[in-house]
Structures are given as C-alpha cells and as structure tokens.
C-alpha cells in the first residue's frame, strides 16, 4: 500500500526577495515541467495554487492551446502531462479537493532550505508513504518561498535539498524532480 501523493505550487503568500508577501507570476516552465514530473511519478493532482484572475487566464490559454488538436498533434506527451493540473485559488482549497477525493485531510508537507523543529527526512516520509493511507500533499513555493506563518501551519517540512557544496537556490522545477524521485522513486538503494 502506498498513500496517494498530490502536489501544489503555491504562488500566494509568497516572499519576494526583500521578504515582502507578494503573489508570484505563473511561469510556463514550472506549468509544464512539474506536470511531466508529476506525471512521470505517479501524482494523482498537480494543483497550480493562484488567485489572481489574470494569471488565471493565462494557465487556461496555455493549457487549451495543448489540449487541442494542434497542441495534442505537436506534442502529445506534454497533453496527457497536463491532464493531471488542476486550479485552486487557495492552498485550504487544495487541501479541500484532496479531502473530498481521499475522504480524509491529507498531510500537509512543504519544502524549505531551513530546518525547522517538524522538519522530516525523505526516508521518512516516504516511510509514511509506504504504511499510512493518510494521502499526502506536497506544496511548492514559488518566489523566494511561504511566509513563516503560512509555514507554521503544515504538519511536515522537508529537510533540505543538499548539494555537493554552500550554494543552495534550485529553481522550484529542480527541486520538484528531486523530491517526487525521493518520494515516488524507484528505491535504487535496496
């Protein structure tokens, strides 16, 4: 038995760089590529977290233009990639869809560079995975990460992606990849 997974990239409440709460732009990259992610590693929902109407427009444009029959004949893979995103205006409305999907609240586990005292392994949550049916939601900050306050309320943060030396700053697309290979991964190691 393993958990169902979902991921979220939360684009509000967002730091900017000089740790103002802003709402980020959509990026196509993090639209595409996180899907394909998601997709490769067995994600039930890969939910873009927006609520401004304008941003929203433009998910729909992108997302219609490949889920059309020049977009399907140019370039299939990204379609079927795209089938599992879905929109919520609100990280509680993500939670809410995995709820009423799952029929139970999902455990809510973010990322972070910092340790904090609910931070937990990949061994472990994957662990979680691998012998709890409490389904999991992973969310993604765009920007320059979620408010602390935002934060304090998940019930798991992820230890840090460690490189081979000091800089740490992966764009939110690497960072994805990784994860979902820690967590839905083929188990290498064994």
Not at 102 to 113: C, F, H, L, Q
Not at 139 to 145: A, K, P
Request: with cysteine.
């Amino acid at each position: 038995m393993t958990s169902s997974l979902y991921v979220g990239l939360v684009h509000y409440p967002i730091y900017d760089k000089n740790f103002n709460v802003i709402a980020t732009a959509i990026t196509n990259y993090d639209l595409h590529d996180i899907s394909r992610s998601a997709k490769t590693y067995g994600v039930k929902k890969y939910f873009i977290i927006h609520h401004i109407q304008g941003q929203l427009d433009m998910i729909h444009k992108i997302m219609n233009f490949w889920r059309s029959s020049v977009g399907k004949n140019y370039n299939g893979y990204r379609t079927q990639a795209l089938d599992i995103v879905e929109i919520q205006s609100s990280i509680a409305a993500a939670i809410d869809a995995v709820t009423e999907a799952e029929g139970i609240r999902p455990y809510v586990v973010t990322t972070d560079a910092r340790i904090y005292a609910n931070t937990i392994s990949y061994k472990a949550l994957r662990q979680k995975r691998e012998c709890d049916e409490r389904p999991i939601l992973l969310l993604l900050g765009t920007g320059y990460g979620m408010t602390k306050e935002t934060m304090e309320q998940f019930d798991f943060i992820l230890e840090p992606i460690y490189g081979a030396g000091e800089y740490n700053h992966l764009s939110v697309r690497s960072a994805a990849a990784i994860i979902l290979d820690r967590l839905a991964g083929e188990a290498w190691w064994k």
